[in-house]
């Protein structure tokens, strides 16, 4: 079943990036939001750990998350907005939230 994966803690604060990661299928998406988009800062250990991600499974990054912590989503990472990310949500089966 497809599932949207939405990551929102800092990838420097716990494990939830990586776990979910593991979890990641085939036919899923990866969300980031909140402090989970400093996982796309130039070479840390977040953004090596996404590049290792299939290139067939989509990224995405909210838009206004980014924005409030001057980052970019570089090439791999589609932004999203809000309106994009609640179609997101009613296209993919199944959304599961990394608390």
């Not at 969300?31 to 130039?42: E, F, H, I, K, T």
């Not at 995405?60 to 809000?82: I, K």
Request: charged fraction near 20%; hydrophobic fraction near 40%; glycine fraction near 6%.
């Amino acid at each position: 079943m497809a599932t949207l994966h939405i990551l929102s803690h800092s990838p420097y604060g716990d494990s939830s990036l990586r776990s979910c990661l593991r979890l990641l299928g085939r036919e899923d998406a990866l969300l980031l939001s909140g402090d989970a988009v400093y996982a796309l800062q130039p070479d840390s250990q977040g953004w090596q750990a996404l590049h290792q991600i299939p290139s067939d499974i989509p990224l995405y990054a909210l838009a206004e998350d980014l924005a409030a912590r001057q980052l970019q989503a570089g090439e791999r990472v589609q932004e999203v907005d809000y309106p994009a990310f609640v179609e997101l949500c009613c296209h993919y089966a199944k959304v599961n939230s990394w608390l």
